[in-house]
């Protein structure tokens, strides 16, 4: 008897990491050495997070990737599972889990180490997605392999797509054309166009739904021949690690709502914007009670 695919809101598909988080009073100079005032270790990577993002807002997520034998990837896998993230498309391997050394300075920027050791990108084959029925997909671009033919897929099978277009490489150029929704940083729109209006413009020709995030200067966004922009939500920023994650989930998550697009981007930003008034990626992941919080105050 063929297994019944297990029916989920948001599949994730891409990067899980582990990451150590130091908050320090200024960035070290040369030959600094300094004392963190805390460290934070939870797991983190665009795809993973924004899966428990999914899942702080009441939908049910999935994520999908590589996380390595090892203590960083156990620590994990055990943090998905416990935010009730369906871990049954997770590769285990002998490489190492990617691990991130994050600083945070006072005012709420970052600097980033990340370390992969020798663990590369899944093969093709890697992953039966034909176990999971999502109602939407969400892609970071990291695992370019499996995203691409999945993305194809999904289109084929009338699954919405989103595309975390975190900075220009193989992965999201690859997606790119392929995915209904393309939801990119201003890194990624400089990079691409060198001008974040030129690059809205452009990449409007690849996907029918384009958003560029532009931190706290808000984001702008063109649908057809439709175009606008949307400010930013007003918080007291203690770290921007992993509002992105969280505004693509929460996006993600939107979309099997029903919400008009405004109301889509105004719950994105805000669950982004809630995830800067707390240090680390993971630990600052608001639920759905506080992100409708903040929509009701704000109007």
């Not at 890194?187 to 995030?213: C, H, M, W």
């Not at 532009?214 to 021949?225: A, D, H, T």
């Not at 949307?230 to 007291?236: D, H, I, S």
Request: negative net charge; glycine residues 10%; aromatic residues 6%.
């Amino acid at each position: 008897m063929l297994k019944t695919a297990i029916e989920i809101d948001v599949l994730c598909v891409g990067h899980a990491c582990y990451d150590l988080v130091f908050s320090v009073p200024h960035h070290p100079k040369a030959d600094e050495k300094l004392v963190a005032d805390s460290l934070i270790s939870c797991g983190g990577g665009p795809a993973a997070n924004a899966a428990i993002t999914v899942s702080l807002l009441g939908l049910k997520a999935g994520f999908a990737g590589y996380l390595g034998h090892d203590i960083y990837g156990e620590k994990h896998v055990q943090e998905l599972i416990e935010n009730h993230v369906n871990t049954d498309l997770i590769i285990r391997g002998t490489n190492p889990t990617p691990l991130s050394t994050v600083i945070v300075k006072p005012d709420g920027s970052r600097a980033l180490i990340n370390f992969k050791g020798n663990t590369q990108a899944l093969a093709a084959d890697s992953i039966n997605f034909s176990t999971i029925r999502p109602r939407v997909i969400l892609f970071d671009g990291h695992e370019p392999h499996v995203s691409i033919p999945l993305a194809h897929q999904a289109r084929k099978a009338s699954i919405t797509s989103v595309l975390d277009a975190g900075s220009v490489h193989e992965g999201t150029l690859g997606l790119m054309p392929i995915v209904d929704h393309l939801v990119c940083s201003e890194k990624f729109a400089l990079q691409y166009a060198g001008d974040t209006a030129l690059a809205l413009n452009r990449l409007a020709e690849f996907a029918p739904s384009v958003v560029i995030t532009l931190g706290e200067q808000g984001l702008i966004w063109k649908q057809g021949q439709e175009s606008g922009s949307l400010p930013a939500f007003q918080v007291k920023a203690i770290d921007t690690t992993g509002a992105g994650d969280a505004f693509h989930g929460a996006f993600a998550a939107g979309l099997c709502q029903p919400m008009s697009w405004l109301e889509l981007l105004r719950y994105a930003s805000a669950t982004g914007a809630l995830c800067t008034t707390r240090t680390g990626a993971r630990t600052g992941l608001p639920d759905q009670k506080a992100v409708s919080a903040l929509l009701a105050v704000t109007g």
